[in-house]
């Protein structure tokens, strides 16, 4: 079972709201999909993290940040040649790979990191 983009998002939001409605919600690193499906089970945990952060009465707004576990990736580039009336008339498939920051970047300075993650391959 999946959950969509939008009630992922939903979701997190209610997460924070729940625990006190004053406290803000900022979601990283998706801004780009306009459509996904996320994985149900994840979601469920994701959302009850979110709680738990957002239940400190220390902590003014939540920030959650998705990002490439596998910090290199292998993407398909499409590239289309558009007519003048929209239509698609030729394309051109590429590959390329895209080295992504790992959670380094944002857990720099952080001391209480709890690393609920199972290791690669058993999720």
């Given at each position: 079972m999946h959950t969509s983009l939008p009630e992922f998002k939903l979701k997190m939001q209610s997460a924070v709201v729940r625990q006190s409605p004053s406290k803000g919600l900022e979601i990283?690193?998706?801004e780009n999909l306009k459509s996904a499906k996320m994985q149900s089970l994840r979601t469920g945990r994701i959302e009850l993290a979110v709680q738990e952060v957002a239940r400190?009465?220390?902590i003014d707004k939540v920030?959650?940040?998705i990002m490439p576990?596998?910090?290199e990736t292998m993407h398909t580039v499409i590239i289309k040649g558009i007519d003048k009336n929209g239509n698609a008339k030729k394309a051109i498939l590429e590959v390329i790979n895209i080295i992504h920051p790992t959670e380094e970047v944002e857990l720099a300075?952080?001391?209480?990191?709890d690393d609920r993650r199972p290791p690669i391959g058993k999720h």
């Open positions: 990283k690193g998706i400190d009465r220390d920030e959650v940040v576990r596998v910090p300075g952080i001391n209480d990191i």
